[in-house]
């Protein structure tokens, strides 16, 4: 099965479909992307772009949000932070300090830094009633 994100007017996507194989091959059998953008225009409109499900093309598969960045064609996901910025390089969004290697973290936006998680919950701890 071939998949095609589809993508409003601001390249960001509005729905992902699943197209059989054979609409998206040429007479020698060869799966083209063209072919399946046209077969998903045909029937539903719109304007198409193939993704892949196993992230073989453009970075990742395609999800409900993300954008279409034709400059280094890839799916973007939404920006988690707004302190977070893209790397165009490894097209994924880096946080301004590096994660911690050892142990849990989240980020924390309001202070900027990322916070350890500690488990309070041991072998002998009783849970609360």
Known sequence: ???FAELNNEDRVIRVLTVANCECKDSQGEEREHLG???CEQHFGGRWVQTSYNSNIRKRYAGIGFVYNQELDAFIPPKP???????EATRDWIPPIPKPTS???VWDEVSGTWVAIISRLSSDATPPE
Request: a negative charge; hydrophobic letters at 50%.
């Open 37 to 39: 953008v046209a077969f």
């Open 1 to 3: 099965m071939a998949h």
């Open 103 to 105: 142990g849990t973290h």
């Open 81 to 87: 932070y707004a302190s977070w910025s893209l790397d």
